[in-house]
């Protein structure tokens, strides 16, 4: 069951838990994930902890004390995610030590509806690093022009960081750019480089959604051939425009220094429309130096039944961007559908943070 996992981490491909929960924690579910299926990292949401919350009574007792001590709902979310965001971490460090400090990685997300605000943002990310105090966690800042000189500030003071929100290649240009500028910042601090690590998490599955929407609304059978592809194309041409930076000058000039590079990561990877198989972003985003965060669904998916075929990503950028031009002459504005998928990102980011504190409100209440 886990031999198409053994293949995918072989190729290069990290594999993280897109899940997290106190009664996964303390089941040692997730232990287990990482002793059995080459588990290396997990990542988290706010609806993830939601989820958590309102099942079980694994949270019972800090409920309780948090109510006896009259601790507002803000608070309340901050101890409640950082106890399990520190405990996962603390699962997690065997695998950071044998990696060297790439792999084992746990993220937390900075308070989403501050994605339209740098200073905030920056705030948010120190008080969170300071409160997990573990070298192994990753703070999620958004790549909203907002967070881009925020992701640079915290790289510069030695916080490690997951870019989140990410769906233009412009944009993650401009998310390489800022963090190259974080870690000279760093180096120019004299901090250690190679501890300043960092990931940029491409979103994918969302993409395909949005355009095959359009596709479906143009009509032709041309538009229709087109479904289903431009997610997997955009994701490819992401990985192109990061071996552009990892080749440049101001690049080899931080690496000489002892820095490490940002790897991509493949996000929202369980497929939404179920006409497609459902390890889709999986098998054809294999190559070296990335990471997959998947959900516990797709990570199934792919010990059972995944195509796990070699590199599918380094080979197949002309094919690439002639997707990109198929779908530009069939109608799709890309500009708009990465804006719009932006936007709605924030949206469902602060919904699902006003989720949380609404669901931790209620538990509260009951506690």
Known sequence: MTENLKRLTEQGVSIWLDDI?????????????????????????PTIFASALSKGDAYADQLHDL?????????????????????????????????????????????????????????????????VDR??????????????????????????VNVTLIFSLERY??????????????????????????????????????IDKRLDAIGTDA??????????ANARLAYAAFEDV??????????????RPQRPLWASTGTKNPAYPDTLYVDELVTAGTVNTMPEKTLDATAD?????????????????????ALKEAGIDYDDVVRVLEDEGVEKFEASWNELLETVSAELKKA
């Open 246 to 259: 990892v080749n440049s000058a101001r690049w080899q000039a931080l690496r000489s220094a002892g820095a």
């Open 67 to 131: 109510k006896v001590r009259g601790v507002d709902v803000g608070e309340a979310v901050r101890a409640i995610t950082t106890y399990d965001i520190r405990w996962a971490c603390d699962v997690l460090r065997p695998v950071y030590d044998a990696s060297g400090g790439v792999d084992g990685r746990v993220s937390i997300e900075v308070d989403p509806r501050l994605a339209r605000d740098t200073e905030r943002t920056i705030a948010e990310a120190r008080a969170l690093w300071w409160l």
């Open 223 to 232: 538009a229709k051939a087109l479904k289903g592809k431009a997610a997997v």
């Open 21 to 45: 929960s106190r009664e996964r924690l303390r089941s040692g579910n997730l232990a287990q994930l990482v002793r059995d299926k080459h588990v290396v990292g997990v990542t988290s949401n």
């Open 135 to 160: 070298p192994n966690l990753f703070i999620k800042i958004p790549a909203t022009v907002e967070g881009l000189p925020a992701i640079t500030a915290a790289l510069s003071e030695g916080i490690s």
């Open 305 to 325: 039944h995944g195509q796990i075929k070699g590199d599918t990503v380094r080979s197949f950028y002309e094919d690439a961007w002639n997707t990109m031009a």
């Open 173 to 210: 240009r401009a998310v390489m750019d800022a963090w190259l500028a974080g870690l000279e910042g760093a180096k120019a601090k004299g901090l250690d480089l190679s501890a300043v690590e960092s990931v940029a998490s491409f979103f994918v599955s969302r993409v395909d959604t949005e």
